[in-house]
């Protein structure tokens, strides 16, 4: 039942007086912040966990970046069918009982070299086992972290469609376009955050931090949202269908991160290894549960996802749009450290060099986040397709812009002002495709279809980070032999090459983003509606 902002406000609790949908909407951001921040703090204290965990390089480090994986993975698929879950039992119920699991993830994360542990530990004897203790304290802390991502990662989506309960139709864009800058400014900070705290504090206070904060806001929220009417969907939930996706998701993140490894030698100035055997089969795997799971689709009586939605115009186009645009995101969000690392002098200029990733890398980010907010407002004002194609254009010649001049030479300052162009205009698309999306649901399946738009975005990141780390690799490899050949040492001159041809991949890579923008123009001009002073 759509609710207007008066009817809202008279449901709200005597107690905190007549709260507007814009307060209750900025405290079911909070934890949407939070668990964004996580998403990406680790990758700051990662060094130091490592450090203290005595976590050997030569063996944990593949194991410790499951502290990464892991929690992107958790993420992802508690989004594509808690929403399901809220639009059944209640949005207040859900949200609640997900930010109860995130709370107890905090803990764990924050105590888990600690009880948590031990437990582990004393399990793993009972059974028979002498696990190594320095194992034992690295999975400890991976569990911690999917239990956070679990309950993490179905906020997004459930936030997303409380903005169907909370506003009308023609309303509903700038605040998912709030929604969606919040949620991209904890991952866009979060590394920042992390890097600067860990100077002052122990690592496990960042997560201890999330205990308080957490609990204040579920006090708040479990108020606030006692009077909002939400509707109920009717049927029961997809138990197959979830777990055919979830595994779908386990496959395809397991065999594309099965990505080639490069090594260097003294004789050898690249090598490229094999990929795992377990790959190929793994990623047939989660095609056959891709399948599977799009046949069920088709013939429970309650599905998951109902593919019907996807014959609606609007639907259709505004997740087409998001899937591409999140593999477009990713390709900025790859091309920039890695032409400022292989710049690098020596070791010794890492830290410096960091500094000037995270700089340039904010130059995509932040305004990208910040565009979010006005996307929404243009999209009351012209409508969805207009702010969605002017962005695309935007970010296309960004990115052109980047193919262009990226050379080995190219001034930081330069690369951020293309990245400025790209953020800007990848960020505007945001706001109006998810209301086209939301709005294009019913109103009981609005927790589903913001999970759908949510993670399809996520997933064309997810399957971009995979996909363009072997074909980047593959290519200067190529490029490398046919100019250096296969055996010469690493001299300075083969270094200059190589530094050469790893700016000739990136502007390749850059050219594609381009491309891929024009490319999602496709869906996005198929758009209509959205404007804030038509009838409903």
């Excluded at 705290?197 to 006090?219: A, C, E, H, S, T």
């Excluded at 029961?236 to 594309?256: E, K």
């Excluded at 910040?370 to 969605?388: E, H």
Aim: hydrophobic residues 55%; neutral net charge; glycine residues 10%.
């Amino acid at each position: 039942m759509r609710q207007s902002l008066r009817s809202v406000a008279r449901s709200a609790p005597p107690r905190f007086g007549q709260p507007s949908p814009w307060l209750v909407l900025t405290l079911v951001s909070l934890p949407v912040f939070i668990g964004a921040l996580d998403l990406t703090i680790i990758s700051a204290i990662l060094p130091e966990v490592i450090v203290e965990l005595q976590i050997p390089l030569e063996s944990g480090l593949d194991d410790a970046a499951w502290l990464v994986s892991g929690y992107l993975l958790a993420y992802t698929i508690s989004m594509t069918f808690m929403g399901r879950v809220s639009d059944l039992i209640g949005r207040r119920r859900v949200y609640l009982i997900c930010l109860a699991i995130f709370i107890a993830g905090s803990i764990w994360v924050a105590a888990a070299d600690g009880l948590p542990a031990d437990l582990l530990y004393s399990l793993a004897r009972r059974l028979g086992q002498r696990p190594d203790p320095t194992a034992i304290a690295l999975l400890s802390l991976v569990i911690g972290r999917v239990i956070q991502a679990f309950g993490g990662g179905a906020l997004v989506p459930i936030s997303m469609a409380l903005v169907g309960d909370l506003f009308p139709p023609q309303r509903r864009a700038q605040p998912l376009g709030l929604i969606g800058a919040i949620d991209m400014a904890g991952w866009v900070v979060g590394h920042l955050y992390g890097g600067v705290m860990v100077q002052f504090v122990d690592w496990r206070l960042l997560f201890w931090l999330n205990v308080p904060i957490g609990l204040l806001i579920f006090g708040l929220i479990l108020r606030l949202l006692h009077g909002v009417e939400q509707p109920l969907a009717s049927g029961g939930f997809d138990l197959p269908g979830a777990f055919l996706l979830a595994l779908t998701l386990l496959c395809f993140s397991i065999g594309l991160g099965a990505n080639t490894d490069v090594t260097v030698g003294s004789s050898t100035f690249t090598e490229l290894a094999a990929f795992p055997p377990y790959a190929g089969p793994v990623l047939l795997a989660g095609v056959a549960a891709l399948l599977g799971f799009l046949w069920i689709e088709r013939r429970h009586p309650h599905p998951l996802i109902d593919l019907g939605l996807f014959r609606r115009g609007n639907f259709a186009a505004g997740n087409l749009t998001s899937l591409i645009v999140g593999f477009a995101l990713m390709i900025g969000l790859v091309i920039v450290p890695i032409l400022i690392n292989i710049r690098a002098e020596s070791l010794d200029t890492l830290t410096q060099t960091a500094l000037s990733v995270g700089l340039v890398m904010s130059a995509l980010t932040i305004p990208m986040a910040l565009s979010a907010i006005p996307g929404g407002w243009l999209s009351d004002r012209f409508g969805y397709r207009i702010p969605t194609a002017a962005g695309l254009i935007m970010a296309a010649i960004g990115f052109t812009l980047a193919g262009l001049r990226w050379t080995e030479a190219v001034s930081h300052e330069e690369m951020a002002a293309h990245m400025i162009l790209a953020g800007i205009g990848l960020g505007l698309t945001m706001s109006p495709t998810s209301a086209a999306v939301l709005n294009a649901a019913p109103d009981d399946r609005r927790g589903i279809a913001a999970a759908i738009d949510d993670m399809l975005r996520l997933m064309g990141m997810t399957l971009a980070a995979s996909a363009l780390t072997t074909i980047a690799l593959r290519r200067i490899s190529t490029l490398a032999a046919a100019a250096i050949g296969e055996t010469i040492a690493m001299t300075q001159e083969a270094v200059n090459i190589y530094v050469m041809l790893t700016a000739q991949v990136i502007r390749e890579l850059a050219l594609l983003g381009a491309l891929l923008c024009l490319l999602a123009l496709i869906p996005a001009l198929l758009l209509h509606g959205g404007r804030a002073d038509a009838r409903p």
